[in-house]
């Protein structure tokens, strides 16, 4: 059954450096999304991609946080200056349409730990 | 902006009991999704509606859009149920998910 896969499962990371945290969404899913969970605490929307562009960004997104689709398989999330408060689980999600209600597929997440 | 609530935040039980999770929000919806969150953190969708009710083998999800509220229903509960219930909901104009912040099930044997 296809999968949306995470990589790396953990990241560890000093203050002010930068990361990207990659996902392969499944492959004929047309809306990607990046999911952030701060321990202890609920899911947060980051933002979601549709057509090579933001189709929507919360206001966690700032400029610090970008989101890429390098080739046809690849969904990235940078953060350019990483502080303290971004150490949290990220999860990539995409779905087959957009259209409100479409079930989304979660990665397995990436646990991101800045020192 | 969407509130969801959940409960409760944390639900004992004994095996094959019956479990319900509520779940309630504060504006109108498209969708209304129930996932499932194991201690490894992964998270896997369960059910996704919009009216009515659905079933899983013992999994089972009602929803009231009047009344703006789901409930989620375990039968003949087993330890390996034991999880993270996560409600969340699709606005009315959006895609993102709007979550609520989960019921920790543990079902003892």
């Known amino acids: 059954e296809p999968e949306v896969t995470q990589t790396p499962s953990h990241q560890v990371t000093q203050m002010g450096q930068e990361v990207i945290l990659r996902c392969v969404p499944i492959s004929n899913h047309l809306y990607f999304y990046w999911y952030r969970q701060i321990l202890g605490q609920k899911v947060e929307f980051l933002v979601s991609f549709y057509n090579n562009e933001i189709s929507e960004k919360s206001e966690i997104f700032d400029d610090q946080f970008s989101v890429e689709r390098p080739d046809g398989s690849n969904f990235t999330l940078k953060i350019r200056s990483t502080k303290l408060e971004d150490s949290a689980m990220y999860f990539c999600?995409?779905?087959?349409?957009?259209?409100?209600?479409?079930?989304?597929?979660f990665g397995p997440g990436t646990r991101l730990t800045v020192l | 902006k969407n509130e969801v609530e959940q409960s409760p935040q944390n639900l004992t039980a004994q095996e094959g009991e019956f479990i319900t999770i509520n779940c309630s929000y504060s504006?109108?919806?498209?969708?209304l999704h129930w996932l499932q969150q194991h201690p490894g953190g992964g998270i896997v969708s369960l059910f996704m509606l919009s009216s009515g009710k659905k079933k899983h083998g013992r999994l089972i999800a009602t929803i009231n859009i009047q009344e703006k509220h789901s409930s989620l229903h375990i039968t003949a509960s087993h330890p390996r149920d034991s999880a993270v219930y996560i409600c969340a909901v699709n606005g009315g104009s959006n895609y993102k998910l709007t979550f609520g912040k989960g019921t920790l099930l543990t079902v003892n044997p």
């Open positions: 504006v109108g919806i498209s969708a």
């Open positions: 999600a995409s779905s087959h349409a957009g259209t409100r209600g479409n079930e989304q597929f």
